[in-house]
């Protein structure tokens, strides 16, 4: 039959605790041996009438026989309640402790200086208490030294205590050895008892101590394995992003030669087939140009579908704020239309997410303008509300009352979706975007 280790733990755990239980008991058979035995020959003077006779050779008078059982079991039964009271100041334990000895020392003098294994008793108990060794040793030491004290034979030689073989010299020579050698037999178990809890409770705490140093081993192992786990998990993390990345530009570059590829091949081809038929076909040339046209748009299409997710060089190379003025002026340039900006906020602390947005929408925004507005002034101005950042984007241009969303509001408004914020729009005078994005936590004081 297996034994669990765990049970085994449990057992070795209790075993100081039953021996100590097992000393407490034996104390117990003691007094009342001790105290019945002493009680049964104080009567048996009294009822033979040779009391006068037993007070003149101890020139004390002892305590009433029926008084005898009844004051020592009282007193023993407060100590074993004091005893189960836990202390866990040193206050209290030292209060405690002064009180069990003070009681140990009142049971030591009903039964005459006779028995004091009870103080065995109480340095056992004390014992648990201290994992310290040099507490443990100091407290020791202190109540042995009153072990020593209460010994009879040091007590009686300057106080008037009446010994035990007195009181039991009512018994003849045979029966008187007989019981004081049960007596000692049981002070010798008493004795051995205590050893035996001393070993076993050195035994437990080496045990104990021992468990903790394997554990200890244990967890630096399981931490050690955690770490280089976390090392090879840092590391597959690395590589998956490498990876992805590569899949990602690959897929890009396969989409782009696809898309855009397969449009310039059918435009170069429809170019070459115009000019051969130019001179002899116009129409037919016509009809074939309006055919390349649309091959361009869808290309277009398919082109602003395929990099849509690509972040703009421009923010590679510099800050938001500067890639904003960078792109604007540009346009300003290939396009001779007016820009007039108005950057009233700092526009840093935000992320690489936050800032292909900020950067998509403004750009988006002025192409518009140009491309189906037909304007030649744009006014632009990027500001703080509250925690949102407000893009404005304005223009003289054509207008439209009737808007239908295009591709280029339609990613604008997907891009904003993906930080929470909103996209409003109106075209009865020119054409006018305005745009919110909340500002993240830790950004707003860098952009006061």
């Given at each position: 039959?297996?034994?669990?280790?765990?049970?085994?733990?449990?057992?070795?755990?209790?075993?100081?605790?039953?021996?100590?239980?097992?000393?407490?008991?034996?104390?117990?058979?003691?007094?009342?041996?001790?105290?019945?035995?002493?009680?049964?020959?104080?009567?048996?003077?009294?009822?033979?009438?040779?009391?006068?006779?037993?007070?003149?050779?101890?020139?004390?008078?002892?305590?009433?026989?029926?008084?005898?059982?009844?004051?020592?079991?009282?007193?023993?039964?407060?100590?074993?309640?004091?005893?189960?009271?836990?202390?866990?100041?040193?206050?209290?334990?030292?209060?405690?402790?002064?009180?069990?000895?003070?009681?140990?020392?009142?049971?030591?003098?009903?039964?005459?200086?006779?028995?004091?294994?009870?103080?065995?008793?109480?340095?056992?108990?004390?014992?648990?208490?201290?994992?310290?060794?040099?507490?443990?040793?100091?407290?020791?030491?202190?109540?042995?030294?009153?072990?020593?004290?209460?010994?009879?034979?040091?007590?009686?030689?300057?106080?008037?205590?009446?010994?035990?073989?007195?009181?039991?010299?009512?018994?003849?020579?045979?029966?008187?050895?007989?019981?004081?050698?049960?007596?000692?037999?049981?002070?010798?178990?008493?004795?051995?008892?205590?050893?035996?809890?001393?070993?076993?409770?050195?035994?437990?705490?080496?045990?104990?101590?021992?468990?903790?140093?394997?554990?200890?081993?244990?967890?630096?192992?399981?931490?050690?394995?955690?770490?280089?786990?976390?090392?090879?998990?840092?590391?597959?993390?690395?590589?998956?992003?490498?990876?992805?990345?590569?899949?990602?530009?690959?897929?890009?570059?396969?989409?782009?030669?696809?898309?855009?590829?397969?449009?310039?091949?059918?435009?170069?081809?429809?170019?070459?087939?115009?000019?051969?038929l130019v001179d002899i076909a116009p129409e037919a040339t016509k009809e074939q140009l309006k055919a390349i046209a649309n091959v361009a748009r869808q290309g277009i299409k398919d082109v602003r579908r395929s990099v849509k997710a690509l972040r703009p060089d421009a923010l590679e190379a510099m800050d938001l704020k500067s890639a904003l003025i960078q792109m604007m002026e540009e346009t300003k340039k290939s396009t001779?239309?007016?820009?007039?900006?108005?950057?009233?906020?700092?526009?840093?602390?935000?992320?690489?997410?936050?800032?292909?947005?900020?950067?998509?929408?403004?750009?988006?925004?002025?192409?518009?303008?140009?491309?189906?507005?037909?304007?030649?002034?744009?006014?632009?101005?990027?500001?703080?509300?509250?925690?949102?950042?407000?893009?404005?984007?304005?223009?003289?241009?054509?207008?439209?009352?009737?808007?239908?969303?295009?591709?280029?509001?339609?990613?604008?408004?997907?891009?904003?979706?993906?930080?929470?914020?909103?996209?409003?729009?109106?075209?009865?005078?020119?054409?006018?975007?305005?745009?919110?994005?909340?500002i993240r936590w830790g950004t707003e004081e860098e952009n006061d």
């Amino acid at each position: 039959m297996a034994v669990d280790k765990r049970d085994f733990d449990m057992n070795e755990e209790y075993v100081p605790k039953y021996v100590l239980s097992m000393m407490k008991n034996l104390n117990m058979v003691v007094i009342l041996y001790l105290t019945m035995v002493t009680a049964h020959s104080l009567s048996g003077y009294i009822f033979e009438n040779s009391a006068m006779d037993f007070l003149m050779k101890v020139k004390r008078i002892p305590m009433e026989p029926w008084k005898l059982p009844m004051v020592s079991i009282g007193l023993y039964v407060c100590l074993l309640l004091l005893m189960s009271i836990p202390s866990r100041s040193k206050t209290r334990f030292l209060l405690k402790t002064i009180m069990e000895l003070s009681i140990v020392f009142a049971i030591s003098y009903v039964l005459n200086f006779s028995y004091t294994g009870l103080v065995l008793l109480i340095i056992a108990d004390t014992m648990s208490y201290f994992s310290d060794m040099k507490q443990r040793i100091l407290l020791v030491a202190s109540i042995f030294v009153l072990y020593m004290l209460m010994d009879y034979d040091l007590l009686s030689a300057r106080y008037s205590i009446i010994s035990i073989e007195a009181c039991w010299a009512y018994y003849n020579g045979e029966t008187r050895s007989l019981l004081l050698g049960f007596k000692n037999i049981l002070n010798s178990f008493n004795t051995i008892f205590f050893i035996s809890y001393t070993i076993v409770l050195i035994l437990t705490e080496v045990r104990e101590k021992e468990r903790v140093l394997d554990l200890n081993e244990r967890l630096n192992l399981v931490n050690q394995e955690l770490r280089t786990a976390n090392e090879k998990l840092e590391e597959f993390a690395r590589e998956s992003e490498k990876a992805a990345e590569t899949r990602e530009r690959n897929r890009l570059a396969r989409e782009i030669h696809d898309t855009l590829g397969h449009s310039l091949t059918g435009i170069a081809t429809g170019i070459d087939a115009c000019v051969m038929l130019v001179d002899i076909a116009p129409e037919a040339t016509k009809e074939q140009l309006k055919a390349i046209a649309n091959v361009a748009r869808q290309g277009i299409k398919d082109v602003r579908r395929s990099v849509k997710a690509l972040r703009p060089d421009a923010l590679e190379a510099m800050d938001l704020k500067s890639a904003l003025i960078q792109m604007m002026e540009e346009t300003k340039k290939s396009t001779g239309v007016e820009i007039v900006y108005s950057l009233e906020t700092k526009l840093k602390n935000f992320n690489k997410d936050e800032e292909d947005v900020i950067y998509r929408i403004l750009q988006e925004s002025i192409t518009n303008a140009i491309r189906h507005g037909k304007a030649d002034k744009i006014k632009v101005r990027i500001e703080r509300e509250f925690q949102m950042l407000k893009i404005h984007v304005e223009d003289n241009g054509i207008g439209c009352k009737n808007i239908q969303k295009g591709f280029g509001l339609h990613h604008m408004e997907e891009r904003l979706d993906m930080l929470k914020g909103s996209l409003s729009c109106g075209g009865d005078k020119g054409f006018v975007i305005d745009a919110s994005i909340p500002i993240r936590w830790g950004t707003e004081e860098e952009n006061d």
